[in-house]
Protein backbone atom coordinates (compact mmCIF):
# COMPACT_ATOMS: atom_id res chain seq x y z
CA UNK A 1 0.00 0.00 0.00
CA UNK A 2 1.84 3.28 -1.03
CA UNK A 3 -0.63 6.02 0.53
CA UNK A 4 0.35 9.54 1.45
CA UNK A 5 -0.65 9.36 5.29
CA UNK A 6 0.94 8.74 8.44
CA UNK A 7 -1.18 6.70 10.71
CA UNK A 8 -3.94 4.96 9.52
CA UNK A 9 -5.73 5.39 12.44
CA UNK A 10 -5.26 9.25 11.84
CA UNK A 11 -6.25 9.36 8.31
CA UNK A 12 -9.49 10.83 8.96
CA UNK A 13 -8.68 13.61 11.85
CA UNK A 14 -5.91 14.75 9.75
CA UNK A 15 -7.43 15.47 6.64
CA UNK A 16 -10.49 16.87 8.38
CA UNK A 17 -7.80 19.63 10.35
CA UNK A 18 -6.24 19.88 6.74
CA UNK A 19 -9.24 20.39 4.91
CA UNK A 20 -10.36 23.36 7.45
CA UNK A 21 -7.35 24.59 7.37
CA UNK A 22 -7.27 25.44 3.65
CA UNK A 23 -11.19 26.33 3.49
CA UNK A 24 -11.52 28.34 6.46
CA UNK A 25 -12.92 31.18 4.89
CA UNK A 26 -16.07 28.54 4.27
CA UNK A 27 -16.00 25.98 6.90
CA UNK A 28 -14.88 25.21 10.42
CA UNK A 29 -14.39 22.11 12.84
CA UNK A 30 -16.71 21.12 15.52
CA UNK A 31 -14.62 21.77 19.21
CA UNK A 32 -14.54 18.43 20.10
CA UNK A 33 -12.14 16.11 18.23
CA UNK A 34 -14.30 13.10 19.94
CA UNK A 35 -17.45 14.52 17.89
CA UNK A 36 -16.22 15.19 14.97
CA UNK A 37 -17.73 17.35 11.92
CA UNK A 38 -17.97 20.49 9.78
CA UNK A 39 -20.03 23.68 9.91
CA UNK A 40 -19.96 26.31 7.81
CA UNK A 41 -18.16 29.34 9.19
CA UNK A 42 -19.88 31.84 11.31
CA UNK A 43 -22.60 28.83 12.96
CA UNK A 44 -26.21 27.88 11.85
CA UNK A 45 -27.59 30.92 9.85
CA UNK A 46 -30.96 32.94 12.18
CA UNK A 47 -34.34 31.16 10.66
CA UNK A 48 -32.87 29.12 8.02
CA UNK A 49 -33.64 24.88 7.59
CA UNK A 50 -30.08 23.51 8.71
CA UNK A 51 -28.72 20.91 6.49
CA UNK A 52 -26.89 17.67 7.56
CA UNK A 53 -25.57 14.87 5.81
CA UNK A 54 -22.45 12.66 6.76
CA UNK A 55 -21.39 9.07 6.31
CA UNK A 56 -18.08 7.39 6.03
CA UNK A 57 -15.15 8.94 5.02
CA UNK A 58 -13.30 8.06 1.55
CA UNK A 59 -16.25 9.74 -0.88
CA UNK A 60 -14.69 13.05 -0.84
CA UNK A 61 -15.32 15.81 -1.67
CA UNK A 62 -18.42 14.40 -0.12
CA UNK A 63 -19.68 15.36 2.57
CA UNK A 64 -17.46 17.98 3.97
CA UNK A 65 -16.58 19.49 0.14
CA UNK A 66 -20.80 20.68 0.12
CA UNK A 67 -20.33 22.84 3.31
CA UNK A 68 -21.01 26.31 2.95
CA UNK A 69 -24.43 28.61 1.43
CA UNK A 70 -26.59 27.00 -0.66
CA UNK A 71 -26.00 23.36 0.23
CA UNK A 72 -25.03 22.18 3.62
CA UNK A 73 -24.75 23.78 6.56
CA UNK A 74 -22.60 20.69 8.46
CA UNK A 75 -21.48 17.49 7.41
CA UNK A 76 -20.22 14.41 9.21
CA UNK A 77 -17.24 12.13 8.28
CA UNK A 78 -16.91 8.50 9.51
CA UNK A 79 -14.43 6.85 9.77
CA UNK A 80 -13.52 5.53 6.03
CA UNK A 81 -16.20 3.53 5.16
CA UNK A 82 -17.96 3.52 8.51
CA UNK A 83 -20.67 5.34 9.34
CA UNK A 84 -20.27 7.95 12.23
CA UNK A 85 -22.32 7.68 15.36
CA UNK A 86 -24.92 9.07 17.10
CA UNK A 87 -22.83 11.69 18.87
CA UNK A 88 -21.25 13.36 16.38
CA UNK A 89 -24.28 13.62 14.06
CA UNK A 90 -26.49 15.18 17.15
CA UNK A 91 -23.64 17.87 17.51
CA UNK A 92 -23.93 18.55 13.86
CA UNK A 93 -27.48 19.19 13.77
CA UNK A 94 -27.37 21.15 16.86
CA UNK A 95 -24.89 23.56 15.21
CA UNK A 96 -26.70 23.70 12.05
CA UNK A 97 -30.15 24.97 14.07
CA UNK A 98 -31.34 27.98 12.90
CA UNK A 99 -34.34 27.88 14.71
CA UNK A 100 -36.25 26.93 11.63
CA UNK A 101 -35.82 22.78 12.39
CA UNK A 102 -32.80 20.50 10.67
CA UNK A 103 -33.21 18.44 7.55
CA UNK A 104 -30.71 15.22 7.28
CA UNK A 105 -29.55 13.98 3.85
CA UNK A 106 -28.83 9.72 4.88
CA UNK A 107 -27.74 8.09 1.89
CA UNK A 108 -29.19 4.47 1.95
CA UNK A 109 -26.30 2.21 4.30
CA UNK A 110 -28.45 0.52 7.26
CA UNK A 111 -25.31 2.22 9.35
CA UNK A 112 -26.55 5.98 8.14
CA UNK A 113 -30.17 5.40 9.00
CA UNK A 114 -29.62 3.35 11.91
CA UNK A 115 -27.36 6.46 13.66
CA UNK A 116 -28.95 9.53 11.80
CA UNK A 117 -32.75 7.98 13.30
CA UNK A 118 -30.99 7.74 17.02
CA UNK A 119 -29.73 10.76 16.81
CA UNK A 120 -32.96 12.84 15.22
CA UNK A 121 -34.55 11.09 18.63
CA UNK A 122 -31.50 13.09 20.85
CA UNK A 123 -32.40 16.14 18.80
CA UNK A 124 -35.74 16.76 19.07
CA UNK A 125 -35.47 15.67 23.13
CA UNK A 126 -33.83 19.23 22.93
CA UNK A 127 -36.34 20.79 20.78
CA UNK A 128 -35.07 20.66 17.38
CA UNK A 129 -37.27 19.93 14.81
CA UNK A 130 -35.46 17.07 12.59
CA UNK A 131 -36.99 15.52 9.33
CA UNK A 132 -35.05 13.08 7.36
CA UNK A 133 -35.03 12.31 3.35
CA UNK A 134 -33.15 8.45 2.27
CA UNK A 135 -31.23 9.19 -0.78
CA UNK A 136 -30.99 5.60 -3.12
CA UNK A 137 -30.94 6.13 -6.19
CA UNK A 138 -28.34 3.32 -7.17
CA UNK A 139 -30.64 0.92 -9.89
CA UNK A 140 -27.46 -1.81 -9.96
CA UNK A 141 -29.02 -4.17 -7.83
CA UNK A 142 -31.63 -4.02 -4.39
CA UNK A 143 -30.46 -5.00 -0.99
CA UNK A 144 -26.57 -4.82 -1.43
CA UNK A 145 -23.95 -5.78 1.48
CA UNK A 146 -24.48 -2.59 3.36
CA UNK A 147 -28.38 -1.79 2.53
CA UNK A 148 -31.57 -2.86 2.91
CA UNK A 149 -32.99 -1.75 -1.11
CA UNK A 150 -31.37 0.49 -2.78
CA UNK A 151 -27.88 2.45 -1.87
CA UNK A 152 -27.23 5.75 -1.91
CA UNK A 153 -24.98 6.78 -4.48
CA UNK A 154 -24.59 9.65 -7.03
CA UNK A 155 -27.58 11.32 -6.41
CA UNK A 156 -26.96 12.58 -3.18
CA UNK A 157 -24.26 15.16 -4.30
CA UNK A 158 -27.78 16.73 -6.23
CA UNK A 159 -30.23 16.29 -3.43
CA UNK A 160 -27.80 18.15 -1.17
CA UNK A 161 -27.60 21.11 -3.85
CA UNK A 162 -31.48 21.62 -4.78
CA UNK A 163 -32.30 21.38 -1.11
CA UNK A 164 -29.67 23.65 -0.10
CA UNK A 165 -31.02 25.71 -2.53
CA UNK A 166 -34.50 25.66 -1.07
CA UNK A 167 -33.11 26.21 2.23
CA UNK A 168 -31.37 29.48 1.26
CA UNK A 169 -33.95 30.48 -0.34
CA UNK A 170 -35.91 30.74 3.08
CA UNK A 171 -38.32 27.77 2.16
CA UNK A 172 -39.53 26.28 5.42
CA UNK A 173 -38.53 22.65 6.71
CA UNK A 174 -41.56 21.03 5.14
CA UNK A 175 -41.22 22.56 1.78
CA UNK A 176 -37.14 21.78 1.74
CA UNK A 177 -38.06 18.27 2.90
CA UNK A 178 -40.68 17.74 -0.14
CA UNK A 179 -37.81 19.56 -2.86
CA UNK A 180 -35.21 16.76 -1.72
CA UNK A 181 -37.59 13.70 -1.87
CA UNK A 182 -38.48 15.06 -5.23
CA UNK A 183 -35.16 14.44 -6.22
CA UNK A 184 -34.49 12.02 -4.67
CA UNK A 185 -38.00 10.07 -6.62
CA UNK A 186 -36.68 11.51 -10.12
CA UNK A 187 -32.93 10.65 -10.05
CA UNK A 188 -31.22 7.02 -10.76
CA UNK A 189 -27.57 5.94 -10.76
CA UNK A 190 -24.92 3.39 -11.80
CA UNK A 191 -21.44 2.92 -11.38
CA UNK A 192 -18.05 1.02 -12.99
CA UNK A 193 -15.27 -0.16 -11.43
CA UNK A 194 -12.01 -0.72 -13.24
CA UNK A 195 -9.80 -1.66 -10.16
CA UNK A 196 -10.32 -1.82 -6.73
CA UNK A 197 -9.80 0.67 -3.97
CA UNK A 198 -7.83 0.24 -0.85
CA UNK A 199 -8.84 0.71 2.82
CA UNK A 200 -5.51 2.55 5.25
CA UNK A 201 -6.34 0.35 7.73
CA UNK A 202 -7.08 -2.77 5.87
CA UNK A 203 -3.79 -2.63 3.47
CA UNK A 204 -5.09 -4.35 1.00
CA UNK A 205 -7.32 -3.86 -2.26
CA UNK A 206 -11.14 -4.09 -0.76
CA UNK A 207 -11.72 -7.16 -3.84
CA UNK A 208 -10.19 -8.44 -6.39
CA UNK A 209 -10.85 -7.75 -9.76
CA UNK A 210 -8.53 -9.74 -12.97
CA UNK A 211 -6.22 -8.35 -15.15
CA UNK A 212 -8.74 -7.46 -17.72
CA UNK A 213 -12.54 -7.91 -15.78
CA UNK A 214 -14.39 -4.98 -14.59
CA UNK A 215 -17.63 -4.45 -11.90
CA UNK A 216 -20.54 -3.16 -13.44
CA UNK A 217 -23.14 -1.53 -10.99
CA UNK A 218 -20.03 -1.22 -7.96
CA UNK A 219 -21.22 0.08 -4.88
CA UNK A 220 -18.67 3.65 -3.53
CA UNK A 221 -17.50 1.38 -0.93
CA UNK A 222 -16.43 -1.91 -3.49
CA UNK A 223 -19.62 -3.51 -3.01
CA UNK A 224 -20.68 -6.37 -5.64
CA UNK A 225 -22.66 -5.39 -8.57
CA UNK A 226 -24.64 -6.94 -11.32
CA UNK A 227 -21.43 -8.40 -12.72
CA UNK A 228 -18.58 -8.79 -14.27
CA UNK A 229 -17.62 -8.92 -17.65
CA UNK A 230 -14.48 -8.06 -20.08
CA UNK A 231 -12.86 -5.17 -20.43
CA UNK A 232 -15.06 -3.61 -23.20
CA UNK A 233 -14.71 0.28 -25.11
CA UNK A 234 -16.11 3.43 -23.45
CA UNK A 235 -19.20 3.47 -25.97
CA UNK A 236 -20.10 -0.64 -24.23
CA UNK A 237 -19.58 0.45 -20.69
CA UNK A 238 -21.80 3.62 -20.89
CA UNK A 239 -24.43 1.52 -22.29
CA UNK A 240 -24.10 -0.75 -19.88
CA UNK A 241 -24.88 1.83 -17.58
CA UNK A 242 -27.06 4.24 -19.07
CA UNK A 243 -29.84 1.34 -20.46
CA UNK A 244 -30.77 0.81 -16.65
CA UNK A 245 -31.02 3.85 -15.49
CA UNK A 246 -33.71 4.94 -18.48
CA UNK A 247 -35.54 1.88 -18.18
CA UNK A 248 -35.94 2.65 -14.69
CA UNK A 249 -36.63 6.14 -14.89
CA UNK A 250 -39.03 5.72 -17.86
CA UNK A 251 -38.66 9.32 -18.80
CA UNK A 252 -40.91 10.65 -22.14
CA UNK A 253 -39.48 11.99 -25.36
CA UNK A 254 -39.14 16.08 -24.93
CA UNK A 255 -37.95 15.66 -20.98
CA UNK A 256 -35.38 17.86 -19.55
CA UNK A 257 -32.32 16.16 -17.70
CA UNK A 258 -29.46 16.51 -15.37
CA UNK A 259 -26.33 14.26 -16.92
CA UNK A 260 -24.08 14.09 -14.08
CA UNK A 261 -20.94 11.95 -14.53
CA UNK A 262 -18.52 11.24 -11.56
CA UNK A 263 -15.60 9.60 -11.19
CA UNK A 264 -14.46 7.22 -8.59
CA UNK A 265 -11.29 8.93 -7.41
CA UNK A 266 -8.82 7.47 -9.81
CA UNK A 267 -10.08 8.33 -13.61
CA UNK A 268 -8.33 11.03 -15.23
CA UNK A 269 -11.02 13.63 -16.53
CA UNK A 270 -10.36 13.32 -19.90
CA UNK A 271 -12.08 10.01 -19.68
CA UNK A 272 -14.70 11.26 -18.15
CA UNK A 273 -15.74 13.31 -20.83
CA UNK A 274 -15.66 10.29 -23.44
CA UNK A 275 -18.22 8.93 -21.44
CA UNK A 276 -20.48 12.08 -20.83
CA UNK A 277 -20.34 12.33 -24.55
CA UNK A 278 -21.72 9.25 -25.38
CA UNK A 279 -24.29 9.29 -23.20
CA UNK A 280 -25.52 12.61 -23.90
CA UNK A 281 -25.45 11.74 -27.64
CA UNK A 282 -27.76 8.35 -26.36
CA UNK A 283 -30.09 11.40 -24.06
CA UNK A 284 -30.56 13.23 -27.39
CA UNK A 285 -31.31 10.49 -29.66
CA UNK A 286 -33.72 8.86 -27.19
CA UNK A 287 -35.72 12.45 -27.63
CA UNK A 288 -34.41 13.94 -23.91
CA UNK A 289 -32.78 17.42 -23.72
CA UNK A 290 -30.14 17.52 -21.90
CA UNK A 291 -30.07 20.96 -20.14
CA UNK A 292 -27.55 20.69 -17.10
CA UNK A 293 -24.23 18.91 -16.82
CA UNK A 294 -21.89 18.00 -14.11
CA UNK A 295 -18.39 16.13 -14.73
CA UNK A 296 -15.92 15.07 -12.56
CA UNK A 297 -15.15 13.70 -9.13
CA UNK A 298 -17.43 14.73 -6.58
CA UNK A 299 -18.09 11.38 -4.65
CA UNK A 300 -15.58 9.03 -5.18
CA UNK A 301 -14.13 5.08 -3.57
CA UNK A 302 -10.73 6.68 -2.47
CA UNK A 303 -8.50 6.11 -5.38
CA UNK A 304 -10.88 3.42 -7.24
CA UNK A 305 -10.54 3.64 -11.13
CA UNK A 306 -13.92 3.97 -12.55
CA UNK A 307 -17.34 6.08 -13.07
CA UNK A 308 -20.76 6.14 -12.43
CA UNK A 309 -23.66 8.21 -14.35
CA UNK A 310 -26.79 9.70 -12.62
CA UNK A 311 -29.91 11.11 -14.67
CA UNK A 312 -32.07 13.53 -12.73
CA UNK A 313 -35.50 14.39 -14.54
CA UNK A 314 -35.85 18.20 -14.58
CA UNK A 315 -38.93 20.43 -14.12
CA UNK A 316 -38.33 24.53 -13.75
CA UNK A 317 -38.45 24.48 -9.97
CA UNK A 318 -35.85 22.13 -9.36
CA UNK A 319 -34.01 23.61 -12.46
CA UNK A 320 -34.23 27.18 -11.02
CA UNK A 321 -32.89 25.75 -7.27
CA UNK A 322 -29.63 23.79 -9.00
CA UNK A 323 -28.84 27.11 -10.94
CA UNK A 324 -29.23 28.90 -7.66
CA UNK A 325 -25.75 30.39 -6.37
CA UNK A 326 -23.84 28.25 -4.17
CA UNK A 327 -20.27 28.61 -2.34
CA UNK A 328 -18.84 25.39 -1.10
CA UNK A 329 -14.82 24.15 -1.40
CA UNK A 330 -16.16 21.65 -3.70
CA UNK A 331 -18.99 23.41 -5.75
CA UNK A 332 -19.30 27.16 -6.51
CA UNK A 333 -21.50 29.01 -9.38
CA UNK A 334 -23.37 32.03 -9.14
CA UNK A 335 -22.59 35.14 -6.64
Not at 13 to 19: D, I
Not at 121 to 147: F, G, K, P, W
Not at 236 to 242: A, F, M, Y
Not at 245 to 263: A, M, P
Request: aromatic share 4%; glycine share 12%.
Amino acid sequence: MKKLINDPANVVAESVAGFVAAHSDLVQQGPDPETLFISRVGGAVSGKVGLVSGGGSGHEPLHGGYVGKGMLDAAVPGAVFTSPTPDPILEATKAADGGAGVLHIVKNYTGDVLNFETAAELAEMEDIEVASVVVNDDVAVEDSLYTAGRRGVGGTVLVEKIAGAAAEAGADLARVTQVAQRVVENVRSMGVALSACTVPHAGEPSFELGEDEIEIGIGIHGEPGRHRVAMEPANEITDRLLDPILSDLNLERGEKVLLFVNGMGGTPLSELYIVYGHARARLEEAGYEVARTLVGNYITALEMQGCSLTVLRLDEGLTELWDAPVHTPALTWGN
